[in-house]
C-alpha cells in the first residue's frame, strides 16, 4: 500500500472517531434536554438517538459538500 493512502486512511479514521464524538455529545445533550421536561424513557431514547444520527449524517455530508464547492470553483 502507499504511503499516501496509508495517510489518508488514517486521516478518515481520526475524522471518523471525532465525528462520532461530536455525535454522541450532541446525542446526550439532546437526551438530558428531553430528560428534564418529565417524558418516558423511551421517549429521551428516541430524542438521543435522533440527534446523534442527525448529526452523524450532517457531519459525513460536509466534507463531499466541501470538495463540490472547491469543484466549482
Known amino acids: ?8 486512511g488514517r486521516t478518515w479514521q481520526l475524522w471518523l472517531a471525532l465525528y462520532v464524538a461530536c455525535s454522541m455529545v450532541v446525542g446526550l445533550v439532546v437526551s ?3 430528560l428534564r421536561s ?5 421517549d429521551v431514547v ?3 438517538g435522533g440527534g446523534f444520527a442527525t448529526s ?3 457531519c ?3 466534507p463531499a459538500a466541501v470538495r463540490e464547492l472547491k469543484r466549482q470553483n
Do not use: I, N
Not at 38 to 42: D, P, Q, R, W, Y
Open 1 to 8: 500500500m502507499p504511503e499516501s493512502t496509508c495517510r489518508s
Open 60 to 62: 459525513l455530508a460536509l
Open 46 to 48: 428516541l430524542a438521543g
Open 32 to 34: 438530558h434536554v428531553v
Open 38 to 42: 418529565g417524558v418516558g424513557t423511551a
Open 56 to 58: 452523524f449524517a450532517l
